[in-house]
């Protein structure tokens, strides 16, 4: 095989970021809406019992995602990365314009928690396939030594996607309370389905990596490759699944957990909250690729541990710069918190767990450690730390959590070998 991938065409950088753009304001609209409007439309209260049922249905996205990394791992390393794409586009899509015309529990009952599950699990699905399929479009056509760079920048689009979301809710926000609530809050859901035509025009005129393209042509692809991945680099899945451990933890206390905890408990306006996550957000999309380029540079371990010590560092200032409620600081604390703290971490990811992987299964082993990882560790942290806090009266169990995602993570990165020097067709 040629040792090195040809660079990527601008429509395949656009295609893969863009969709990862809107794929990600998808999810990240359930993220924002479960903190601030499921729990009373969808659970009949606003108690704290309605916000920990809220986030728990946060949470069936996440454990719906290695479902989605399984199937669409095996059919990216069977039929190809673009295929798979334009699927899970579609479905992510579809899911999230279906919410935004749900009944609520004043008008249904029962049904309308069951129907709001059923819709999150069928987004969890789709994004089970998406990072690893965006990232490997470009980390597989990126050049030796530079793959940090390239497979930073699809990430950005989780930046882009979580500010495109915020500032489209902080908009509906601004509604009055009784409109926000009966019908403002809809739209951003549904403003999904236009987004979504504009990523499925823009990926179907893509062109598959060389990577998959050699394995297709030498008949080297594999029958079952998530069984193959399992069986023959079992600790390299379960290194990426340690690996995304402190994102997911950091990313979803400050996303989901952070927002309700300072607008209920703490009393800070949700505009102020919106628009600190969406000033992060866009700061994402210059240090996502960054925190990339620097990895290739000084190599990926020494990138991720620097990011892990300056998160371990910050938890729990963080938690107290919001407890100030002055403005700015707020805003400070997002700012220091996200395109700093966790894109050190975040921006060489993409390379990193491609770099784990054989070529052969190379989707699958990303999707399914990555998936799995989310459900862990994604998921399930808005709903731990609402119930830290609740049980305890105090926000530093769940700095402490954080310190513990960190370890986790620093545990997986250095059980491997740095990886930023080596050929991408080379065996892990």
Request: hydrophobic residues 50%; charged residues 10%; contains cysteine.
């Amino acid at each position: 095989m040629n040792s090195t991938p040809s660079a990527p065409t601008r429509r395949t950088m656009a295609a893969a970021t863009v969709g990862t753009v809107m794929e990600w304001y998808d999810f990240n609209l359930y993220g924002l809406a479960s903190a601030l409007v499921f729990g009373p439309l969808f659970f009949g209260s606003s108690s704290t019992g309605a916000t920990l049922a809220s986030f728990a249905t946060f949470g069936v996205g996440f454990a719906a995602r290695p479902v989605g990394g399984i199937l669409f791992g095996h059919l990216g390393d069977r039929i190809g990365r673009k295929y798979v794409l334009l699927v899970t586009m579609l479905g992510m899509g579809v899911a999230t314009t279906l919410v935004g015309v749900l009944p609520t529990h004043a008008t249904v009952g029962v049904w309308a928690p069951v129907l709001l599950v059923l819709l999150r699990i069928c987004q969890g699905i789709a994004v089970g396939g998406e990072f690893a399929g965006a990232t490997l479009l470009t980390v597989e056509n990126s050049p030796n030594g530079k793959r940090g760079l390239f497979g930073s920048i699809p990430a950005m689009g989780t930046g882009a996607g979580s500010v495109l979301a915020t500032a489209v809710f902080a908009l509906v926000a601004l509604l009055p309370d009784h409109a926000f609530l009966t019908w403002g809050w809809r739209i951003p859901f549904l403003l999904s389905f236009v987004l979504v035509l504009f990523g499925v025009w823009l990926r179907r005129g893509i062109k598959e990596t060389p990577v998959f393209t050699e394995l297709a042509d030498q008949a080297e692809t594999v029958r079952f490759p998530f069984l193959t991945v399992v069986k023959e680099q079992p600790g390299a899945v379960l290194r990426v699944l340690g690996i995304t451990a402190s994102g997911f933890v950091w990313a979803y206390l400050i996303q989901a957990f952070g927002l309700s905890y300072a607008t209920k408990d703490l009393g800070i306006p949700k505009s102020t909250m919106l628009w600190a996550a969406a000033l992060a957000g866009a700061l994402e999309i210059l240090t996502i690729p960054f925190w990339g380029w620097l990895s290739d540079r000084i190599g990926r371990r020494t990138m991720v541990a620097i990011g892990l010590g300056c998160t371990i560092v910050y938890a729990y200032p963080f938690f107290w710069l919001l407890g100030t409620g002055n403005t700015a600081l707020v805003f400070l604390a997002l700012v220091l918190a996200v395109p700093v703290c966790k894109d050190m971490v975040f921006g060489p990811q993409a390379a990193l767990v491609a770099e784990q992987f054989d070529a052969r299964v190379r989707f699958s082993g990303v999707s399914v450690g990555r998936e799995f990882g989310g459900a862990i560790f994604g998921g399930t942290t808005p709903f731990i730390g609402a119930a830290l806090v609740a049980g305890t009266d105090s926000i530093a169990p769940v700095a402490l959590y954080v310190v513990a995602g960190c370890l986790i993570t620093a545990v997986a990165v250095f059980s491997g070998r740095e990886t930023s020097r080596g050929d991408i067709l080379e065996h892990a």
